[in-house]
């Protein structure tokens, strides 16, 4: 078959490789009609994510039509379209059983992220993310193996097309997630730090739940300007605004929102010196964006934080959080928790996900993709390929 490879940073082939054929009883194979790149890739593309080999698939968001089914596969049928949550989940470790599906126990034999480990197991295996998460080949393919398909894949009606379903994948319910975890209710008002693919899928959630002000920042106008149409958030451009989370506080009568997202992650903008601690692997993560959260959050707010981290982080401002009460939520995404609930949302109507797509690529053209998406060029939100 052919999939999308890695062979080092900025370095993305379309090579052929091996079929997937069916490992273990509980696997599927998947023909992939549909996947996506998400901006969590593009810290692989550019050399950020320790332990990615040459010729490793990525790839994490993407749905298809069963070809194989393993003999103890229970409620998918060769021929269903399913789409396959980017976490792998046994669904009976202790984690599952409290449905924190992207802790589960059992699926990866990588070692995490985590720095200060002690002898604690890792969190879940993920699909197409190297050997951190299991070194599970991904999605961005002709074929995909999918284990524990008990578990993770679901079956979507006919009635919907793939766009109309890919992101429950991975983008949806983190935005859904992130807005949860911000206690996101009817007159909220809430500052989404980032205007990326889960930025908004956070915006669009919270809009469904009732929040009654979204405050958006972002540095790229195009996706600001979508932003404004699609979802009705109060725009910030921090190109044009030296400190978005005082223009918040002034925009709040100085109190400051009920909740922050931080959708940006580990790689946002900051200051020269996280720049060099960063590059001399003193600091693991820039926590600009985490400090402005901080600031722009009213006492007793929640602080959710979607966005990918890892290790040290300089100037926390933890003392600033403590002073003013906050809450803070945080994690991968509990995929399965909220696939069907968010299924009906948008069968209902009352989410339409497929709105963010700006480009449709063929698989053969995914390296051009990341480029475009990496580069911000042709004003891309976000890219969908088909094999």
Same mark, same amino acid.
């Given at each position: 078959?052919?999939?999308?490879?890695?062979?080092?940073?900025?370095?993305?082939?379309?090579?052929?490789?091996?079929?997937?054929?069916?490992?273990?009883?509980?696997?599927?194979? %998947?023909?992939?009609?549909?996947?996506? &790149?998400?901006?969590?890739? %593009?810290?692989? +593309?550019?050399?950020?994510?320790?332990?990615?080999?040459?010729?490793?698939?990525?790839?994490?968001?993407?749905?298809?039509?069963?070809?194989?089914?393993?003999?103890?596969?229970?409620?998918?049928?060769?021929?269903?379209?399913?789409?396959?949550?980017?976490?792998?989940?046994?669904?009976?470790?202790?984690?599952?059983?409290?449905?924190?599906?992207?802790?589960?126990?059992?699926?990866?034999?990588?070692?995490?992220?985590?720095?200060?480990?002690?002898?604690?197991?890792?969190?879940?295996?993920?699909?197409? +993310?190297?050997?951190?998460? !299991?070194?599970?080949? #991904? #999605?961005?393919?002709?074929?995909?193996?999918?284990?524990?398909?008990?578990?993770?894949? %679901?079956?979507?009606?006919?009635?919907?097309?793939?766009?109309?379903?890919?992101?429950?994948?991975? &983008?949806?319910?983190? !935005? +859904?997630?992130?807005?949860?975890?911000?206690?996101?209710?009817?007159?909220?008002?809430?500052? @989404?730090?980032?205007?990326?693919?889960?930025?908004?899928?956070?915006?669009?959630?919270?809009?469904?739940?009732?929040?009654? *002000?979204?405050?958006?920042?972002?540095? +790229?106008?195009?996706?600001?300007?979508?932003?404004?149409?699609?979802?009705?958030?109060?725009?910030?451009?921090?190109?044009?605004?030296?400190?978005?989370?005082?223009?918040? @506080?002034?925009?709040?009568?100085? *109190? !400051?929102?009920?909740?922050?997202?931080?959708?940006?992650?580990?790689?946002?903008?900051?200051?020269?010196?996280?720049?060099?601690?960063?590059?001399?692997?003193?600091?693991?993560?820039?926590?600009?964006?985490?400090? $402005?959260? @901080?600031?722009?959050?009213?006492?007793?707010?929640?602080?959710?934080?979607?966005?990918?981290?890892?290790?040290?982080?300089?100037?926390?401002?933890?003392?600033?959080?403590?002073?003013? #009460?906050?809450?803070?939520?945080?994690? $991968?995404?509990?995929?399965?928790?909220?696939?069907?609930?968010?299924?009906?949302?948008?069968?209902?109507?009352?989410?339409?996900?497929?709105?963010?797509?700006?480009?449709?690529?063929?698989?053969?053209?995914?390296?051009?993709?990341?480029?475009?998406?990496?580069?911000?060029?042709?004003?891309?939100?976000?890219?969908? %390929?088909?094999?």
């Amino acid at each position: 078959m052919r999939a999308l490879t890695y062979h080092g940073a900025k370095d993305l082939r379309i090579d052929t490789v091996p079929d997937p054929v069916i490992e273990q009883p509980d696997d599927i194979v %998947l023909r992939v009609t549909a996947t996506a &790149i998400c901006g969590s890739d %593009l810290h692989i +593309y550019r050399g950020k994510i320790p332990m990615v080999d040459d010729g490793d698939v990525l790839g994490h968001e993407f749905m298809g039509v069963v070809e194989e089914v393993g003999a103890g596969v229970r409620d998918i049928r060769k021929g269903d379209r399913v789409v396959v949550p980017f976490t792998i989940s046994c669904g009976e470790c202790f984690f599952c059983r409290l449905q924190q599906y992207a802790c589960c126990e059992t699926t990866n034999d990588g070692r995490g992220a985590i720095l200060n480990r002690k002898a604690i197991t890792p969190p879940a295996a993920l699909f197409g +993310y190297s050997g951190l998460y !299991g070194g599970v080949p #991904g #999605g961005q393919a002709e074929l995909v193996r999918v284990p524990k398909a008990n578990v993770g894949p %679901l079956v979507v009606p006919g009635s919907l097309g793939d766009e109309q379903v890919l992101f429950l994948s991975d &983008i949806l319910p983190t !935005g +859904y997630q992130a807005a949860l975890n911000a206690e996101v209710g009817e007159g909220s008002t809430v500052a @989404i730090f980032g205007a990326g693919p889960v930025g908004m899928m956070a915006a669009a959630c919270c809009r469904m739940l009732g929040a009654e *002000r979204i405050l958006m920042v972002d540095q +790229y106008r195009y996706r600001l300007d979508f932003a404004v149409q699609a979802y009705g958030v109060e725009e910030i451009n921090f190109e044009e605004c030296d400190d978005p989370a005082e223009l918040i @506080i002034e925009r709040t009568g100085y *109190r !400051g929102v009920d909740a922050s997202i931080e959708a940006v992650g580990f790689e946002a903008k900051g200051s020269v010196t996280e720049t060099v601690l960063t590059a001399a692997k003193l600091e693991g993560s820039s926590g600009k964006a985490l400090r $402005q959260c @901080i600031a722009a959050t009213r006492r007793g707010g929640m602080v959710s934080v979607a966005g990918v981290y890892a290790g040290f982080i300089h100037a926390f401002m933890f003392g600033d959080a403590f002073d003013k #009460g906050l809450t803070f939520r945080m994690g $991968q995404t509990h995929v399965q928790r909220y696939m069907v609930e968010l299924l009906q949302f948008i069968e209902d109507g009352r989410l339409v996900p497929d709105a963010i797509i700006s480009h449709r690529m063929k698989l053969a053209d995914a390296p051009r993709g990341y480029e475009i998406f990496e580069e911000k060029q042709e004003d891309c939100r976000k890219v969908v %390929l088909t094999p």
